[in-house]
């Protein structure tokens, strides 16, 4: 006799069980987290990638020292400077050409001044009498017994040609003093300057021959008056030395 139930009983014999198929990713079984993109799972350690890198371009030395330099009254080392700097920034090769130009730039202009100064001061603040050779001068420099070779008909006179007074010239220095009074207005500084040279030329000997009176008024600062006699013609007279 069978021990089984019935077919009708309400316990029916368990069925055969088999355990559940496990998850596995690639393969492999055992649960977890699929493997990230490349290879790598996440959390774990993150992989190695490199970036590239670029140097940064740094601006030419040499030019930026033209241009401190060319700031400072240095002349030709601003100017030395300034050209090597353009040579070496040439063609992009480095940036800095334009601090190179403007140093090079200043440096032409500094020299161009000392140059200026150089040659004001080997002429000399100005010679009382008969000068032995040519040279220009400042009309503020000028000294009685100074012989012009010529004066400008208008305008203002900055600066004038010397001559030996044995040579031909057109006019001569016969007096050279200040203003009496601080004029207020420039055209009392005219009147009192024409008065004063009328004067000069009045106690000077012409020896009869036509001359005119030039006064020279300075336009600022406190520059003397010069009065000087002038010739139509060039002469080789000496009326003062």
């Given at each position: 006799m069978s021990d089984a139930p019935p077919p009708d009983s309400p316990w029916a014999a368990p069925s055969e069980r088999r355990p559940a198929p496990s998850a596995s990713w690639g393969?492999?079984?055992?649960?977890?987290?699929?493997?990230?993109?490349?290879?790598?799972?996440?959390g774990g350690p993150a992989g190695n990638r490199s970036a590239g890198s670029r140097e940064v371009d740094r601006t030419d030395p040499v030019s930026v020292a033209a241009l401190v330099t060319g700031v400072l009254p240095t002349?030709?080392?601003?100017?030395?400077?300034?050209?090597?700097?353009?040579r070496r920034t040439g063609r992009g090769r480095r940036p800095g050409r334009a601090l190179a130009v403007t140093g090079l730039?200043?440096?032409?202009?500094w020299t161009g001044v000392g140059v200026a100064a150089g040659v004001s001061l080997l002429q000399g603040p100005g010679v009382d009498g008969d000068v032995p050779?040519?040279?220009?001068?400042?009309?503020?420099?000028?000294?009685?017994?100074n012989c012009v070779?010529?004066?400008?008909?208008?305008?203002?006179v900055g600066r004038v040609s010397l001559v030996p007074c044995a040579e031909p010239h057109t006019a001569q220095v016969v007096h050279v003093g200040a203003l009496?009074?601080?004029?207020?207005?420039?055209?009392?500084?005219?009147?009192?300057?024409?008065?004063?040279?009328?004067?000069?030329?009045a106690a000077t000997d012409t020896r009869g021959e036509t001359v005119d009176v030039v006064t020279l008024?300075?336009?600022?600062?406190t520059a003397p008056v010069v009065c000087l006699l002038e010739w139509p013609t060039p002469v080789s007279t000496d009326l003062v030395n």
């Open positions: 393969g492999t079984q055992g649960h977890g987290r699929p493997p990230a993109p490349g290879g790598t799972v996440p002349g030709p080392v601003a100017a030395a400077l300034g050209v090597l700097g353009v730039v200043l440096g032409l202009a050779d040519p040279r220009g001068m400042a009309s503020a420099h000028l000294r009685v017994g070779r010529n004066l400008p008909a208008h305008g203002e009496e009074r601080t004029p207020e207005r420039p055209e009392d500084a005219q009147d009192e300057g024409r008065e004063l040279c009328e004067e000069a030329a008024v300075p336009t600022s600062g």
